[in-house]
């Protein structure tokens, strides 16, 4: 472990933090707001620890496959706990506690809260919680790799380690080109989005902090009813559609403007996301017609957007689906383990992953048939190699178990099994709201601090995909080799 190298890292990411939090700062200035002195008192900290570990000069400069993983899940803790200052230091979220959840919540892209009236924080205050979700969603750490190439040799390991989705690579030969890109694409759809939204009457300031909640499929709403309260059909036509590209693959989008449209629409994993979305969109509309609403439109319209919403793991919502058939709320709690594709902003297991596993399973009652016969597993035309299926199982595995190991300690609390069990579910996979006391128009602030604290290491572990931060406890991790 190249920990000097690590800590040099760690020091970069603080003081690029610190320089996200100045949009959040000139906010509060402009409102005069009571929430000024907690960013710069954050700032100035993060700056002065960030210079200081940034000043570490290591022996060696590359960094390898297990400085990746220990940076990222280190990083994003040190994110996530400073994060939180703003929200302690201003008051608004007296309890750290509560704070650390907030602020893991933002980081992750997961939109859970604490919080019971989010329309009475200071603007600044606001503007940093949905700010969270825009430069948590892409990576913080590949934002890093995009404006500081200088973080060295062997990025692509921090990459590879941060990125969500199994199998990330480089769209060109360089990492810090590849991230540029990601970002370049990233920040045009939220531009696009912010404008769309402003001239279907949404107020400039609401347009943008929920254009960052959707493109970085985050869902921190700014009204206590979410985007139900502004009651705007365009507005909500548009947040559905940009959910959906959200939670879509920004590679296949570099593909798009590279021109190779025919790839694109042959994406095996594309074709299974969007096919998802439409069986269910159709379905829960059925469901709900004649029941909580009396029109075909209002069915679709709602229906269409809670399923994007769920599915991208973004988790706005415009009206309380808690009150839906209980059809209609299982297919939403499955929805939160499918989560969108690979290399998206979303959370969950993702839908390659899903696919890749139904696959499997064909292959295996295959073989039970034609044992002699030899099977292989083709995605794209191209077979995956038995030791990627058995990292996806075992990911598989290990996502059930820490759902069964979180839903235990959460069963202290005492409250009812849908809010325990869509709480936990909801917070690996990233989504949010869940059912019950959690659901779209609750919170959960009612949980203990033994249960946020669980639920925001759900959080990070269901935003960095497990190993990062399981590597953290594994002893022979941190030996020190040929360094």
């Known amino acids: 472990m190249n920990f000097k190298a690590v800590l040099r890292s760690l020091g970069i990411l603080l003081i690029c933090e610190a320089i996200t939090m100045i949009p959040s700062l000139i906010i509060s200035i402009v409102h005069a707001g009571v929430d000024t002195p907690a960013f710069l008192y954050t700032i100035f900290l993060a700056i002065v620890i960030g210079v200081v570990f940034s000043s570490v000069t290591p022996k060696v400069s590359n960094i390898y496959a297990r400085d990746g993983f220990a940076i990222v899940a280190l990083g994003w803790a040190l994110v996530s706990l ?69 973080v060295g040799a062997g990025s692509l390991h921090i990459m590879k380690a941060e990125s969500p989705g199994p199998n990330p690579g480089k769209l060109v030969p360089k990492v810090d080109q590849t991230a540029k890109i990601l970002y370049s694409i990233y920040v045009a759809i939220t531009a696009i989005l912010i404008l769309l939204l402003y001239i279907t009457g949404m107020p400039l300031f609401d347009s943008v902090l929920n254009a960052l909640g959707t493109v970085g499929t985050g869902g921190f709403a700014i009204k206590n009813t979410s985007i139900g309260a502004y009651n705007n059909v365009y507005a909500e036509m548009i947040i559905t559609i940009f959910m959906i590209i959200g939670g879509g693959n920004f590679a296949l989008y570099y593909a798009l403007i590279k021109g190779n449209f025919k790839d694109v629409f042959k994406d095996e994993e594309l074709r299974l996301y969007l096919g998802i979305i439409a069986a269910s969109i159709l379905l829960i509309a059925i469901n709900i017609y004649g029941v909580n609403f009396d029109s075909i439109g209002e069915s679709l319209r709602h229906s269409s957007f809670q399923v994007a919403s769920i599915i991208t793991t973004t988790g706005f919502a415009t009206t309380n689906y808690d009150k839906w058939p209980l059809f209609s709320k299982m297919l939403l709690l499955f929805l939160m383990f499918v989560g969108g594709c690979a290399g998206s902003t979303a959370g969950s297991i993702k839908t390659i992953r899903i696919l890749l596993l139904f696959k499997t399973a064909k292959r295996e009652l295959m073989k039970i048939i034609h044992p002699r016969a030899f099977y292989t597993v083709k995605l794209r035309n191209k077979t995956i190699e038995e030791k990627t299926l058995m990292e996806i199982l075992t990911f598989f595995f290990m996502y059930m178990m820490i759902i069964a190991v979180a839903i235990l300690i959460l069963s202290f609390d005492d409250m009812d099994i849908p809010t325990t069990i869509s709480a936990v579910i909801s917070s690996i996979g990233n989504v949010g709201p869940g059912i019950g006391l959690v659901g779209p128009m609750g919170n959960y602030g009612a949980f203990s601090d033994l249960s946020k604290i669980t639920l925001s290491i759900c959080m990070i572990l269901g935003r960095l995909e497990i190993y990062p931060i399981l590597l953290l406890v594994v002893p022979s991790f941190w030996k020190k080799v040929n360094i």
């Not at 230091?89 to 989010?118: M, Q, R």
């Open 82 to 150: 400073f994060g939180a200052l703003p929200f302690v230091i201003s008051g608004t979220i007296p309890s750290f506690v509560d704070s650390f959840f907030e602020s893991c919540s933002g980081f992750s892209t997961t939109g859970s809260s604490i919080l019971s009236d989010v329309e009475a924080l200071p603007m600044g205050i606001l503007f940093w919680r949905s700010f969270t979700h825009w430069i948590g969603a892409m990576g913080i750490i590949v934002l890093t790799l995009a404006i500081l190439p200088s």
